[in-house]
Nanobody, 125 residues
Framework: VQLQASGGGAVQTGDSLRLSCVVSGRSIYTYTMGWFRRAPGKDREFVSAISWSGGVTLYEEVVRGRFDISRDNAKNSAYLQMNSLKPEDTAVYYC???????????????????WGQGTQVTVSS
């Protein structure tokens, strides 16, 4: 299973970006998809997750209301629409897939089995 994240870039405060994650090697139909990020000098942190059906989503508090996660199982893809970007959103963003059908979406890095290579998002003030 391979995940390919794209869509990052250098933008200004208040701008928007849409990240995409295309999965190959297996259908993501039963997988929870998640987005994480790693800012310079910090650990990888949870951003958002979406259930296999797309019916349940979870956001880290600092991005709630600004970011929107979605998926298209027919395209084996997940997306992260990021609006009202702030300098503190600057990080490498990773998409990830959790194989297990958990009762609750996980924020835990260790619960995700497959990872993309990351895409850089830089927000300047």
């Amino acid at each position: 299973v391979q995940l390919q994240a794209s869509g990052g870039g250098a933008v200004q405060t208040g701008d928007s970006l849409r990240l995409s994650c295309v999965v190959s090697g297996r259908s993501i139909y039963t997988y929870t998809m998640g987005w994480f990020r790693r800012a310079p000098g910090k650990d990888r942190e949870f951003v958002s997750a979406i259930s296999w059906s797309g019916g349940v989503t979870l956001y880290e508090e600092v991005v709630r209301g600004r970011f929107d996660i979605s998926r298209d199982n027919a395209k084996n893809s997940a997306y992260l629409q990021m609006n009202s970007l702030k300098p503190e959103d600057t990080a490498v963003y990773y998409c990830a897939a959790d194989r297990y059908n958990r009762a609750d979406l996980s924020r835990n890095v260790d619960d995700y089995d497959y990872w993309g290579q990351g895409t850089q998002v830089t927000v300047s003030s």
